[in-house]
């Protein structure tokens, strides 16, 4: 039997539960910093009110609830907060460092399972000419031409593989010379997935890295791909995000449509839209669940509506066409 929660100081819960995270689940070092925000700032609420996360009840965490609300704080915060605090009680009571889970009869604020904005297939093909603009000109000078081919290679392999943007940012120097037709991905929680790679993006990449050993052989020679003067080693995200912006601004693309994830929403409900299922999407974007993968299922619903009233014997669509 473990020692009542009460006894044991809410930093060392919270190592613990953070602990399981990443042993059990396999949860990368973002999502534990993230879930240690969040459990601390709770924790700090509980502290105010003289409790400790061993004896909070309901009503204290409908009280922090409704304290993140008053904050100002959206929604779909209050639903993650909410799910953090679900399964640090859980873990608690598991755990066996309280008898009961205070968060069982809690309910979270109503959400809309809206998809996000997607693209169209004729926006990035926009988005996609526009990036590989003036790459073989000759007469601009080599790093340009190196840092437009970087750009369009990116553009190219997110929309052929749905990568999430930090897989491929610091995707190694060994996928612009894979032979296969698939390159293996380490995605969130050290989980491993192969997605395929287009002929088109494959090109891509070759012609990126040719240009990289040109310009900066000791870049070239690094373990990265797309290799930069950063921590990491590798072309960070943001650096990413505001290249997409300037680039979707020169195509005639809203500011608001084009985000680092665009192209992987584009990549999800195209596939969808073309016929393909969904399970097959969940394994290819990486999602542990497909209830994840499921905020793209109005591309089915649609589909499913035009295939009632174009091939149902007595839809209008059917009738018009036996006249």
Same mark, same amino acid.
């Given at each position: 039997?473990?020692?009542?929660?009460?006894?044991?100081?809410?930093?060392?819960?919270?190592?613990?539960?953070?602990?399981?995270?990443?042993?059990?689940?396999?949860?990368?070092?973002?999502?534990?910093?993230?879930?240690?925000?969040?459990?601390?700032?709770?924790?700090?609420?509980?502290?105010?009110?003289?409790?400790?996360?061993?004896?909070?009840?309901?009503?204290?965490?409908?009280?922090?609830?409704?304290?993140?609300?008053?904050?100002?704080?959206?929604?779909?915060?209050?639903?993650?907060?909410?799910?953090?605090?679900?399964?640090?009680?859980?873990?608690?009571?598991?755990?066996?460092?309280?008898?009961?889970?205070?968060?069982?009869?809690?309910?979270?604020?109503?959400?809309?399972?809206?998809?996000?904005?997607?693209?169209?297939?004729?926006?990035?093909?926009?988005?996609?000419?526009?990036?590989?603009?003036?790459?073989?000109?000759?007469?601009?000078?080599?790093?340009?031409?190196?840092?437009?081919?970087?750009?369009?290679?990116?553009?190219?392999?997110?929309?052929?593989?749905?990568?999430?943007?930090?897989?491929?940012?610091?995707?190694?120097?060994?996928?612009?010379?894979?032979?296969?037709?698939?390159?293996?991905?380490?995605?969130?929680?050290?989980?491993?997935?192969?997605?395929? *790679?287009? /002929? %088109?993006?494959?090109?891509?990449?070759? !012609?990126?890295?040719? #240009?990289?050993? &040109?310009? +900066?052989? $000791?870049?070239?020679?690094?373990?990265?791909?797309?290799?930069?003067?950063?921590?990491?080693?590798?072309?960070?995200?943001?650096?990413?995000?505001?290249?997409?912006?300037?680039?979707?601004?020169?195509?005639?693309?809203?500011?608001?449509?084009?985000?680092?994830?665009?192209?992987?929403?584009?990549?999800?409900?195209?596939?969808?839209?073309?016929?393909?299922?969904?399970?097959?999407?969940?394994?290819?974007?990486?999602?542990?669940?497909?209830?994840?993968?499921?905020?793209?299922?109005?591309? *089915?619903? /649609? %589909?499913?509506?035009?295939?009632?009233? !174009?091939?149902?014997? #007595?839809?209008? &669509?059917? +009738?018009? $066409?036996?006249?």
């Amino acid at each position: 039997m473990s020692a009542p929660a009460t006894s044991v100081s809410p930093a060392l819960l919270l190592d613990a539960f953070l602990d399981m995270l990443a042993a059990e689940r396999g949860a990368a070092r973002n999502t534990q910093d993230a879930y240690r925000r969040d459990l601390a700032d709770y924790v700090d609420f509980l502290r105010g009110k003289r409790r400790h996360p061993g004896d909070a009840t309901t009503e204290h965490l409908r009280a922090y609830l409704a304290a993140l609300e008053a904050r100002g704080m959206s929604r779909a915060t209050v639903a993650r907060r909410l799910s953090a605090l679900r399964q640090f009680h859980k873990f608690l009571y598991v755990d066996r460092h309280r008898a009961d889970d205070p968060t069982a009869a809690l309910e979270g604020p109503r959400l809309a399972r809206n998809a996000p904005g997607v693209m169209t297939i004729e926006e990035v093909d926009r988005l996609l000419a526009t990036a590989r603009e003036g790459i073989d000109d000759e007469k601009r000078p080599l790093r340009e031409r190196m840092r437009a081919a970087r750009f369009y290679a990116l553009l190219e392999t997110l929309y052929a593989t749905g990568l999430r943007v930090s897989e491929l940012v610091s995707l190694p120097k060994s996928a612009a010379r894979a032979r296969d037709p698939f390159i293996a991905i380490k995605g969130k929680g050290g989980r491993e997935r192969l997605t395929p *790679l287009t /002929e %088109r993006a494959k090109r891509a990449l070759s !012609d990126y890295y040719k #240009l990289l050993e &040109a310009v +900066s052989p $000791a870049l070239a020679k690094g373990p990265f791909l797309f290799p930069a003067d950063s921590e990491s080693g590798y072309l960070t995200r943001q650096a990413f995000a505001r290249e997409l912006k300037t680039l979707g601004v020169a195509a005639g693309l809203s500011a608001a449509q084009v985000h680092p994830h665009a192209l992987r929403h584009a990549f999800a409900s195209h596939l969808l839209q073309n016929g393909a299922d969904l399970r097959v999407v969940q394994e290819l974007l990486g999602h542990a669940d497909i209830a994840t993968t499921q905020i793209y299922t109005h591309v *089915l619903d /649609e %589909r499913m509506r035009a295939m009632v009233r !174009d091939l149902h014997p #007595l839809s209008d &669509a059917c +009738s018009q $066409a036996k006249k």
